[in-house]
């Protein structure tokens, strides 16, 4: 994992700050999965989501790939390593190590597709959706009481 070391408040020692994914990587990542099909890439705060059809299958972060764990993932791949591709994260497959074997990982990002669930189809920006709205049920005559007056 790459990160830049840098002078913390008040003089503390160095502070870890990952360093975002090169585009030189990600066109490297998309090289190798282009037998998948379907793949599509978009920037995320300086790192990327990899899809597929749609699907978001995997992370790239600190120029290191990050796959969805499915079991049908973690089959393909026998025994693998996790780790978080970003702080705070669930852990996902690490499979940086396999970036030159392009057959195992069309193999993964295809086996991942299959095992996540269908993408959701997002709204319309302008449209909103209102409320249908239902009238409460009208209380018995006897049950309404008016207020009396003195």
Same mark, same amino acid.
């Given at each position: ?13 160095? /502070?870890?700050? @990952?360093?975002?994914?090169? #585009?030189?990587?990600?066109?490297? $990542?998309? %090289?190798? *999965?282009? !037998? &998948? ?43 693998? /390593?996790?780790? @978080?591709?970003?702080?705070? #994260?669930?852990?996902?497959?690490? $499979?940086? %190590?396999? *970036?030159? !074997? &392009? ?48």
């Amino acid at each position: 994992m790459l990160v830049s070391l840098t002078r913390g408040a008040l003089g503390h020692p160095a /502070t870890r700050i @990952p360093m975002a994914t090169d #585009a030189g990587f990600i066109e490297y $990542v998309c %090289d190798q *999965l282009r !037998d &998948a099909g379907g793949i599509t890439v978009k920037k995320m705060f300086g790192e990327y989501g990899v899809y597929r059809h749609g699907k978001i299958v995997a992370l790239a972060c600190d120029n290191q790939l990050f796959v969805k764990p499915t079991p049908a993932g973690e089959a393909v791949l026998g025994t693998p /390593t996790y780790g @978080p591709p970003y702080p705070g #994260a669930k852990p996902y497959l690490n $499979v940086s %190590d396999l *970036l030159d !074997d &392009a057959a195992t990982l069309v193999r993964l990002i295809v086996a991942t597709d299959a095992a996540l669930p269908a993408a959701k189809k997002k709204r319309s920006p302008g449209k909103k959706v209102a409320a249908k709205k239902t009238a409460a049920p009208k209380k018995p005559a006897a049950a309404r009481k008016s207020p009396k007056r003195r």
